[in-house]
């Protein structure tokens, strides 16, 4: 059998504050929105947003120190979801469920105030 790899790494600004939900059995899930940059040839820069979704633990740190605007490191893996509408429409989504999550703090350079610059989780 011939080896697969599934990782994503991003480094981004989180673009609205993380909201800590729980699952029916009571686990802690948080979906970030993080923003990345590119430049095309004549300077411009397009933005790509991405679903970063953190589990237990995990997600109450996130849910506690990352805030809309920070930068995070996220590494994971993809996770795609494809689904029909009540109107038979096809809908998929791709998310990024996390295994690692460091926080840079502040893209304003303050860095975090809390302490946890560089803090992975």
Partial sequence: MSRTINRVELLGRVG???EL??????????QL???????????DSQTDWHTVVCWDKQAEAVA????????????????QHTWETDQGER???????????????SSNGRGSEN??????V
Avoid: M
């Fill in 16 to 18: 609205t504050d993380p």
């Fill in 64 to 79: 506690q120190y990352v805030h809309k605007g920070e930068r995070v490191y996220v590494s994971g893996r993809l996770n």
């Fill in 21 to 30: 939900r729980q699952t029916q059995n009571g686990t802690a899930v948080v």
């Fill in 91 to 105: 809908r998929s989504r791709t998310e990024i469920h996390a295994s690692e999550v460091i926080f840079l703090g």
């Fill in 115 to 120: 302490g946890t610059e560089g803090s992975p």
């Fill in 33 to 43: 929105r993080l923003a990345t940059d590119r430049r095309n040839g004549n300077e």
